[in-house]
């Protein structure tokens, strides 16, 4: 049985200046299993947290049809039109990362990020990372409204099916602070926290956590999603 | 079964599983079951109260916001007071970023020389507040700018000492000639690597000797021209300018946004009557 939660707190930085979470958290049930997004506005544009909770939606509406699930270049291409329609400003003015899950009951899942973040999975028993490694500086980011290249977006087909298997989808305001050899670590502990509690509790727990974020300094808003096998 | 049976076998059946989820959590939340799970090896569930578990997996360190000074360090620099007024300035900009408490990224400061036939780390990329003394420069020989940015080239494509985490760092040229070695060349590379090529560039050129096209190519902020000292306080005007732009990018919201730099006044008891 596959199980998902998920948090989204605004960060220091958005709650010093009275602005709101530009971060944005999807998480459904979906066909009897999980989908998942979630999306981090550009800080640096004034609009980016309309683009991230309609990329969010996007994902929703698009999934929620019967989109083919072998042509993931067909599916991401439809999500992406789906929120250029959708968004009611320029696409500069709302730009995006974007980072999507979706499970189906049988543990055949799908997954793919644009931009920032990270996407880890442990599937089959095996962990992986599907970020790749970052070659710059800290939110300078490839986004929906800036980036039109298929070679853009990371995208992988995995099987959540031992038990214990799971996967994690997380902005940068929570990956950048994490050290990067205790990833795998990090997923287990999610895991099994959730995994010990109700979905509301965990829900509230893992709020809890990202509000109690202990980077000294940490500015960013943070968001994470985890599906998992219980 | 009647109804009333059925509802009351319903009721019990919804009682007795309250019950039992009660008990569980109240088992789990005092700890009962911890000796339990330790003895197979695996984590206890529930911590103390108040314990965040997100600590043990993440970086105990603010993300820092490296500042790269290049200074020119050549023997024209000795004239008019030049080099004394940028080791002031350099001390002060390090003093106010060490006592900044409103920043929310650690402020890492290192400083580069050009002169005397060589550049040199003068001072390796460390957190402003650990810096406690700053010899001064000493300025003497040619202008080897293209070492310089060579210098600066490999330290920001280096993620050993400047990981990605790191916010957009800070390149500041301070020269005050023209260039001895091939800097074009240095300067391209700069401009073509991936990491480097994407900090912020302000430049300042000190007297009317100093090579502007040199320093128009390098400064790459539109909302920072090449900022012209014509007198040693205008150096403490740009270094200024440059300690508020910093300061003010780590307590925005958008840390890797420069903000251009301000020039403020010099105030009067600060001028020195120098001639360059």
């Known amino acids: 049985m596959l199980l998902g939660t998920g948090a989204s707190v ?214 994470i999603a985890v599906i998992f096998r219980r | 079964m009647g109804f009333a049976k059925y509802a009351e076998d319903d009721l019990s059946r919804y009682h007795a599983a309250t019950v039992i989820r009660y008990h569980e959590h109240e088992r789990l939340k005092s700890g009962a079951g911890a000796g339990k799970q330790q003895a197979k090896g695996t984590p206890p569930m529930q911590e103390s109260p108040g314990k965040n578990r997100m600590k043990d997996f993440t970086i105990a360190k603010a993300r820092p916001l490296p500042v790269i000074v290049l200074a020119d360090a050549s023997g024209s620099m000795s004239e008019n007071g030049k080099i004394e007024a940028l080791n002031q300035a350099l001390k002060d900009m390090v003093k106010t970023f060490a006592s900044e408490s409103r920043v929310r990224a650690e402020i890492q400061i290192g400083l580069i020389t050009f002169g005397a036939q060589q550049a040199e780390l003068f001072v390796p990329l460390a957190p402003a507040h650990q810096i406690t003394s700053m010899s001064p420069i000493t300025a003497s020989g040619a202008t080897p700018l293209g070492q310089a940015l060579s210098l600066a080239t490999g330290l920001l494509e280096d993620q050993e000492r400047i990981p990605s985490r790191a916010y957009r760092p800070v390149l500041v040229l301070v020269s005050d000639g023209l260039p001895t070695d091939d800097w074009e060349s240095a300067l391209a590379c700069l401009e073509q690597s991936g990491r480097a090529s994407k900090a912020t560039r302000f430049a300042m050129a000190i007297g009317d000797d100093a090579e502007e096209s040199v320093l128009a190519r390098f400064a790459n902020d539109r909302e920072a021209p090449v900022f012209k000292a014509h007198q040693a306080r205008d150096i403490h005007r740009f270094f200024r300018a440059v300690t508020m732009s910093v300061a003010s990018r780590t307590v925005s919201v958008n840390p890797d946004q420069s903000s251009g730099l301000v020039l403020g006044a010099a105030p009067d008891d600060e001028a020195l009557d120098l001639d360059f």
Request: aromatic share 6%; proline share 6%.
């Open chain 1, 10 to 223: 605004r960060g220091p930085a958005h709650a010093g200046s009275g602005e709101c979470n530009q971060d944005a958290l999807g998480l459904w049930g979906w066909r009897h299993g999980r989908l998942a997004a979630v999306s981090d506005g550009l800080g640096s544009r004034p609009l980016s947290h309309i683009g991230s909770r309609l990329a969010c939606r996007s994902v929703r509406r698009v999934l929620r049809t019967d989109t083919p699930w072998d042509d993931p270049k067909a599916m991401i291409s439809e999500i992406y039109r789906h929120w250029l329609q959708a968004l009611p400003v320029a696409p500069s003015q709302a730009p995006c990362t974007l980072l999507l899950a979706a499970c189906r009951p049988d543990g055949d899942t799908l997954v793919a990020q644009l931009g920032d973040g990270l996407l880890a999975y442990r599937a089959g028993g095996r962990f992986s990372i599907l970020t790749p490694g970052r070659n710059g500086f800290s939110n300078q980011t490839e986004a929906l409204g800036i980036s039109r290249s298929w070679t853009d977006w990371q995208v992988a087909r995995i099987r959540l099916s031992a038990p214990g298997d799971a996967l994690v989808l997380m902005t940068d305001g929570v990956s950048d602070d994490l050290v990067p050899e205790r990833v795998e670590a990090f997923l287990g502990m999610l895991r099994s926290e959730c995994a010990a509690r109700s979905r509301r509790r965990s829900r509230a727990w893992l709020r809890k956590q990202l509000e109690g974020w202990p980077t000294p300094d940490h500015a960013d808003d943070k968001t």
